[in-house]
């Protein structure tokens, strides 16, 4: 699996970059025919070594949609990073800020 090109192309556009999920499965993945579910969650945790963290966090399994991928080390992956851990608290009715997600139904879908 060779997600630098991935890389590189988040790199050049500040950190930041919207891709097909056909675009990210040519590059991990050339000779499958399908994604899956299982090869998503396996090209998440390559893009996670790199550095590389993505909006849906859970990648889309359709070739159809499109996804973010984001330096993690960058001030908007920070940012992500900190609004994944209030979603994940907030699933546990542990949220720090109770009711956000309320005014923000969207963002919670893409952060969990």
């Known amino acids: 699996m060779d997600l630098t090109i991935i890389k590189h192309a988040v790199e050049v556009d500040h950190g930041i ?13 050339p000779g499958r025919a399908r994604l899956s579910a299982e090869l998503c969650a396996e090209i998440s945790r390559e893009l996670g070594e790199l550095g590389l963290i993505t909006l849906p966090q ?31 608290l907030d699933a546990l009715n542990m949220s720090p800020i109770p009711h956000l ?5 969207t963002a919670k879908a893409s952060l969990s």
């Open 58 to 88: 859970t990648l889309p399994a359709s070739e159809n949609e499109y996804a973010w991928v984001i330096q993690k080390d960058s001030e908007l992956g920070e940012v992500v990073s900190v609004a994944v851990a209030i979603a994940h």
């Open 101 to 105: 997600f309320a005014n923000y139904p």
């Open 17 to 29: 970059k919207r891709l097909s999920m056909r675009f990210i499965k040519q590059c991990a993945a």
